[in-house]
Nanobody, 122 residues
Framework: QVQLVESGGGLVQAGGSLRLSCAASGRTLSNYHMGWFRQAPGKEREFVAA???????QLYADSVKGRFTISRDNTKNVNLQMNSLKIEDTAVYYCAADPNRFSMHRANFAYWGQGTQVTVSS
């Protein structure tokens, strides 16, 4: 069982930046493909970004390309740097992990964190 913990969420003005981090409790994430998803009120959880186990490949949703960057410290953390934030980026952001599949599909991730709230104000 992999327990994921997100941090770094908060309130920021439009145009600002936040950096989210995801860590695994009691273990490293070095062998896992990782992803970030988000869910706004009344909407389905959607893909944001993913990174493969060694950091060599990344995937991004069209809505965040050029603004968000996913990266990893192979021993502990996976990060999501969010720049030029927009009001529509407001959501709960979830970290996800899977040992086998590098994907943008939420069904392919076996482990999930509890989420961290990101609120972008005007």
């Amino acid at each position: 069982q992999v327990q994921l913990v997100e941090s770094g969420g908060g309130l920021v003005q439009a145009g600002g930046s936040l950096r989210l981090s995801c860590a695994a409790s009691g273990r490293t994430l070095s062998n896992y493909h990782m992803g970030w998803f988000r869910q706004a009120p009344g909407k389905e959880r959607e893909f944001v970004a993913a990174i493969n186990w060694n950091g060599g490949r990344q995937l991004y949703a069209d809505s965040v390309k050029g603004r968000f960057t996913i990266s990893r410290d192979n021993t502990k953390n996976v990060n999501l740097q969010m720049n030029s934030l927009k009001i529509e980026d407001t959501a709960v952001y979830y970290c996800a992990a899977d040992p086998n599949r590098f994907s943008m599909h939420r069904a392919n991730f076996a482990y999930w964190g509890q989420g961290t709230q990101v609120t972008v104000s005007s």
